[in-house]
């Protein structure tokens, strides 16, 4: 029977078995590109073993993680957390001792790292305005979090959080950029590919320069790539797009109970 708007009520029914299933297909990306981000790419792992560098995006993980109440997420962090400390310790006992030494050698250090913290501090001599960028990051993410809260999406959202966690950092070097790659790797497949590549070629133009020497030869030293974090998180917002969301096709499980519900 037709329904005033010209569809079937079969239509109607398997337009809402649809958006179901588009619901909770998005429940189970959504942990899962969490684990992507941690684990599956070589490299960017660091924002497992290095959490100051991902800080901002282990927080809105959390945040996540309490807003839909998936304690599991909470649960197997702290056992992952447990095993892996466990592995250490069989490997090297006296780990802790050893990391508590370099804390102390790293809260002496008076040299700026390569990004915007340390530009800021090289710029003003004053040390703790390294910690400036951070310190704003934290306050965005509170905003950003909650305007997106009903809506977060981690292929966006994680992405953007990624990224702009790594341009606050206030500890980081080039290599740690690797944790960029996951949100790199979708704005490729997904963004517009030509501002992408010409970006993306810039920013390794600036690598190539330095590490070659060429940098060194004019005077510039290790300072020189405090941009290439932030360029990254630059690269990533222009190289957005609006992507019409894809028709999801039913499966034929699907189609044969619309069929059913449909047939007079």
């Known amino acids: 029977r037709e ?37 599956s790419y070589p490299g960017t792992a660091l924002v497992s073993i290095k959490p100051h560098i991902a800080l901002l995006f282990l927080l809105a993980v959390a945040l996540w993680a309490a807003w839909h109440r998936r304690w599991m997420i909470f649960a197997g962090g702290a056992l992952a957390l447990v095993i892996s400390t466990g592995i250490v310790v069989l490997i090297d006992p006296n780990v802790f001792r050893q990391y508590l030494q370099c804390v102390r050698i790293f809260t002496n250090e008076r040299g700026p790292y390569p990004n915007l913290g ?24 509170g905003f950003y979090w909650w305007a997106n809260r009903e809506s977060w999406d981690w292929k966006t959202d994680g992405s953007i959080v990624l990224l702009v966690s790594l341009a606050c950092s206030y500890y980081s070097y080039g290599y740690d950029e690797i944790i960029a790659l996951p949100a790199l790797l979708a704005i490729a497949a997904n963004g517009n590919r030509r501002i992408f590549f010409i970006f993306f070629g810039l ?7 330095f590490l070659s020497g060429a940098a060194a030869k004019v005077g510039l030293t290790y300072m020189f790539l405090w941009w290439t974090a932030s360029a990254w998180l630059l690269t990533y917002l222009l190289s957005r797009r609006e992507v019409a969301h894809q028709y999801i096709e039913p499966s034929c499980e699907d189609q044969g109970t619309e069929a059913l519900i449909s047939a007079p």
């Open 118 to 141: 340390g530009l800021l501090y090289l710029a003003s001599g004053w040390r703790r305005l390294a910690f400036l960028p951070e310190v704003a990051g934290l306050v965005w993410l």
């Open 3 to 39: 329904n005033p708007g010209g569809r079937s009520a079969g239509e109607g029914r398997g337009d809402s078995d649809r958006r179901r299933y588009a619901s909770q297909r998005h429940r189970l990306v959504s942990p899962l590109w969490v684990f992507i981000i941690g684990y």
């Open 203 to 209: 920013i390794n133009a600036g690598y190539v320069f």
